[in-house]
């Protein structure tokens, strides 16, 4: 099972990105997948997730509502996270993953693509 992230690098404030997240070697279609994101010194945290089906979306904390959006293509095996207006608050080390429900901690992770927001 292999959940791979690409897309990172390095942002100016204000600018934008688009996370990926590539899917083999299970039954993607069959899970909801979440991005969540690790800032130096602090928790791993939920930003977003969505159901299996792409039918339903959620976007966690206020700080990134209305900037970030989660997207998937089935077909594809992928896993997309488009983030605008990049603060440098949302530097961190961004990860996939693959959970059942919205609520179930997630089975599968990726390693992770570092997202940096500096002048």
């Known amino acids: 099972v292999q959940l791979v992230e690409s897309g990172g690098g390095l942002v100016q404030p204000g600018g934008s990105l688009r996370l990926s997240c590539a899917a083999s070697?299970?039954?993607?279609?069959?899970?909801?997948a979440s991005w969540y994101r690790q800032a130096p010194g602090k928790e791993r945290e939920p930003v977003a997730y969505?159901?299996?089906?792409?039918?339903?979306?959620?976007i966690s904390g206020d700080s990134v509502k209305g900037r970030f959006t989660i997207s998937r293509d089935n077909a594809k095996k992928m896993v997309y996270l488009q983030m605008n207006s990049l603060k440098p608050d949302d530097t961190a080390v961004y990860y996939c993953?693959?959970?059942?429900?919205?609520?179930?901690?997630?089975?599968?992770w990726g390693q992770g693509t570092q997202v940096t927001v500096s002048s």
């Open positions: 993953a693959a959970q059942l429900t919205a609520v179930a901690s997630p089975r599968y």
């Open positions: 070697e299970f039954t993607f279609s069959a899970y909801g």
């Open positions: 969505i159901s299996a089906g792409g039918g339903m979306t959620s």
